[in-house]
């Protein structure tokens, strides 16, 4: 896992620009949660800077710390109060679940220095995986090709192509295999 150490590229214009989206967000966003306000939070997500492929599916309540650091290929679904946690990129495939109350994690600290500095890695998750409800994702984390991190499982380093996973840490289960 390569770590970087965060740095505000920004400074205060990166502070500024997440406190307007946690305005718009709260306002704009979080409020209107019916499945035909869809097209209104992705226009919102990509007007703060985030990459959104064609027919995806984002529930109202899902948190996003850092929109401009977020990209989605096509046919994602992300479920209610799934937090995306992203001072790192994360970069999400197409065709991908992403269950509710699941937590994407791009940071962490620095436990070897004494001011805990932010640290962080991206987080990808390729074409066709599912990470499953209450699932954690740590930072510097590949999710391969199809590969499922079943409920509440807790990943901190890559996951196979077509792997399934389960637990804290997250352990080998099975194979995934498509049927029909």
């Known amino acids: 896992m390569q770590f970087e150490k965060y740095k505000d590229n920004l400074g205060f214009k990166n502070k500024i620009g997440r406190l307007v989206w ?22 919102l997500l990509r007007l703060f800077g985030a990459k959104i492929g064609k027919g995806c599916k984002i529930n109202a309540t899902v948190k996003i710390w850092a929109p ?3 990209q989605l290929g096509d046919l994602v679904a992300i479920g209610f109060d799934v937090l995306v946690y992203n001072p790192g990129m994360i970069t999400i495939g197409s065709k991908v679940a992403i269950s509710q109350r699941a937590h994407l994690c791009s940071a962490s600290h620095d436990i ?3 001011t805990h500095p932010l640290i962080t890695a991206p987080i990808i998750i390729e074409d066709r995986a599912w990470v499953a409800s209450d699932a954690f994702v740590g930072p510097g984390v590949k999710i391969g090709e199809g590969a ?24 080998f289960l099975k194979k995934r295999e498509i049927l029909g």
């Open 22 to 43: 946690n305005i718009v967000w709260a306002l704009f966003f979080r409020t209107l949660n019916l499945p035909v306000f869809n097209g209104w939070r992705i226009f």
């Open 68 to 70: 401009w650091k977020l």
């Open 112 to 114: 070897s220095i004494s």
């Open 148 to 171: 499922v991190l079943g409920a509440r499982g807790c990943v901190f380093k890559n996951v196979e192509p077509w792997h399934v996973m389960g637990g804290n840490p997250a352990k």
